[in-house]
């Protein structure tokens, strides 16, 4: 049980680093531009860098704590999701050397997610991978009997962009269309576990498309 949880805790951590990183960056951009448009704007009247405000008053300002801080929740997300794609790819090194196989660590399908699928089209043989628990399983490649890109449709109602008349005065109101949306796209796998019949992995919709293509390339290229 306590791996499990182990496996869940790392599981969310790993999928909330990534747009956390992707946020914090952009917001450490942000806080940059400010503090340097800031400077520039204030410049002194001949081209000093020591005009009103001074440099060292931004630099002790608000907007350089805000900096400081989305800088420091950058370099922890990223370190953290440095540290697991050395981890998964160590484990598969030692796979590969222990088993004699070739499976291919630039690829790992469901990472960053602790728990991945590795292949081998050399050998025609899967690697259900535990990082968490630094344990793997082997399967011929007759364990996957298929796959395909799942989505969720969402459906709104947005403005688009025209208007209706309501009454005789002319009084109008914008006018709405009911739009359908795809989200929440996966790769789903299906396999000859009686056990675990299908697997999900959630990514992005170019992820999933190109995942589709290797998939068809090591399985059928």
Not at 73 to 101: D, E, H, K, P
Not at 187 to 196: G, N, V
Request: hydrophobic fraction near 50%; proline fraction near 4%; aromatic fraction near 10%.
């Amino acid at each position: 049980m306590a791996s499990v949880w182990k496996s869940a805790g790392m599981g969310a951590a790993a999928g909330l680093a990534v747009p956390v990183a992707g946020i914090a960056g952009l917001m450490a951009a942000v806080f940059v531009l400010i503090i340097v448009q800031a400077g520039l704007s204030n410049m002194g009247p001949a081209g000093s860098l020591w005009g009103r405000p001074s440099w060292w008053a931004l630099m002790t300002s608000e907007w350089a704590l805000y900096l400081l801080i989305s800088l420091a929740i950058f370099t922890l997300s990223f370190r953290f999701l440095a540290r697991l794609q050395a981890r998964c790819q160590a484990l598969v090194a030692r796979i590969n050397a222990q088993q004699g196989l070739s499976f291919d660590a630039g690829h790992l399908l469901g990472y960053p997610a602790p728990t991945f699928l590795v292949f081998d089209s050399r050998n025609r043989k899967i690697a259900a991978c535990d990082v968490v628990n630094d344990a793997y399983k082997l399967h011929d490649f007759s364990w996957l009997l298929g796959w395909q890109m799942t989505w969720r449709e969402v459906e709104s109602m947005e403005m688009n962009g025209g208007s209706r008349q309501v009454n005789a005065s002319g009084m109008s109101v914008p006018t709405f269309e009911r739009t359908v949306r795809a989200k929440d796209f996966a790769i789903e796998l299906q396999t000859a576990d009686p056990q675990r019949p299908v697997l999900s992995f959630p990514m992005s919709r170019r992820a999933a498309e190109t995942w589709c293509a290797r998939l068809n390339a090591i399985f059928n290229g």
